[in-house]
């Protein structure tokens, strides 16, 4: 299969292909997703083989604004209208009992759905023009990191999509917020752009799932089965620390070998200067901006697979505000492995 490149003036055509049954990369504020007709049973099991993507991991339904949850949604709460009122549309996803015509393929059999309005202007209007929810797991193979850049999807989805529309390098940098509103109490299954602090301002009393800040034991069971996968993992093996951002970075220059990748904040490049090219050293972003640091989390553990680099060392922020998602996704590629200094 030949994947047709388009733009922003493509975007009737990307919505043709959807309603049609076609699977399309569509930029979104966060991560690239790899969309498809959220009603089309065929159409979503397609993505689940170009991704590699195991069958008991549900796919999220991307609408154009909150009065479509309705239409998908059983018994929608309260919270879900406040919560949408305030961060609709941008990167929050809601868990909600669904209605029966959605179909299992999307939820890998649960009685949840998850839904989310994203904000990006030309996904925005792709959804909007193909007039049907659009279920988009992130555009990458199964396994690898998220795509934050159309280049980054074809890395993975050349030749196995129909179609990719390039909407420039994402905003976020980092998937959406995960809530889960089915149970007594609201519960962050996955951080991302909207804070747990900025949850709580509208929610009062938010959980936290065990799967954000451990690793899952054997016969545990994550409430987003995604959580439980070893995802965002480079080929090398990687080791976080974190702490205080100078003797995190100094501890890593004592620690590295010559020849191993590194991710560390901006101001301490010049401590791993004398690298060669295939010994890369990959720049976050300064300490205190965490917003710059998301966008570049992925890119920077995508990056060291084109290398041959025996392990890879990565100095990560506090987990105050978008800092808990770029925690939890490169906790996550180090398989939980943190030294803390
Ligand atoms: O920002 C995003 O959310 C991106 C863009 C493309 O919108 N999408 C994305 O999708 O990250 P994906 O499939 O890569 O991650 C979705 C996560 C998975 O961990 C999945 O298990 C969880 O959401 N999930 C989906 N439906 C669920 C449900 N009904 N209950 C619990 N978890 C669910
Ligand atoms: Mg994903």
């Known amino acids: 299969m030949q994947t047709l490149r388009l733009t922003n003036n493509d975007s009737a055509q990307a919505a043709e292909i959807l309603r049609a049954g076609g699977l399309v990369g569509i930029p979104t504020e966060t991560v690239y997703g790899l969309g498809a007709n959220g009603l089309n049973p065929e159409a979503v099991r397609a993505i689940f083989k170009a991704k590699g993507r195991p069958q008991d991991n549900p796919l999220i339904l991307h609408i154009p604004e909150a009065s479509w949850l309705e239409r998908?949604?059983?018994?929608?709460?309260?919270q879900a209208w406040a919560?949408?009122?305030?961060?609709?549309?941008?990167?929050?996803?809601?868990?909600?009992?669904?209605?029966?015509?959605?179909?299992?393929?999307?939820t890998a059999g649960l009685e949840t759905v998850g839904m989310r309005c994203p904000s990006h202007p030309l996904c925005q209007e792709i959804i909007r023009l193909a007039d049907i929810p659009v279920a988009a797991p992130s555009g990458n193979t199964s396994g690898r990191p998220s795509p934050t850049t159309a280049q980054h999807m074809l890395e993975d989805m050349d030749g196995k999509i129909d179609a990719i529309v390039d909407g420039g390098p994402c905003s976020v940098g980092v998937e959406s917020t995960i809530i889960d509103l089915t149970g007594d109490v609201p519960r962050l299954l996955r951080p991302g752009g909207i804070t747990l602090e900025q949850l709580r301002q509208v929610l009062g009393q938010v959980e936290v799932d065990p799967a954000v800040t451990r690793l899952m034991g054997a016969g545990e069971k994550p409430k987003a089965p995604g959580m439980k996968y070893r995802h965002y993992a480079p080929k090398a093996p990687v080791t976080v620390v974190t702490g205080d951002p100078?003797?995190?970075?100094?501890?890593?220059?004592?620690?590295?070998?010559?020849?191993?990748g590194i991710i560390c904040f901006e101001e301490f490049l010049p401590l791993f200067t004398g690298r060669s090219v295939t010994r890369p050293v990959m720049d976050l972003g300064p300490s205190g901006d965490k917003e710059e640091q998301a966008r570049h989390i992925f890119d920077a553990l995508r990056s060291f697979d084109h290398t041959s680099v025996p392990a890879i060392w990565a100095q990560c922020p506090d987990s105050g505000g978008i800092g808990l998602a770029i925690a939890n996704r490169l906790n996550k590629a180090a398989g939980f492995h943190i030294i803390q200094v």
């Not at 998908?72 to 309260?78: A, G, H, I, M």
């Not at 919560?83 to 669904?98: D, K, N, S, Y």
């Not at 100078?246 to 191993?260: L, N, P, V």
């Open 72 to 78: 998908y949604c059983e018994n929608v709460p309260p």
């Open 83 to 106: 919560l949408a009122q305030r961060f609709w549309p941008g990167p929050l996803t809601m868990i909600l009992p669904r209605k029966a015509l959605v179909p299992d393929e999307v």
């Open 246 to 260: 100078a003797k995190a970075a100094e501890y890593i220059a004592q620690h590295a070998d010559a020849e191993d």
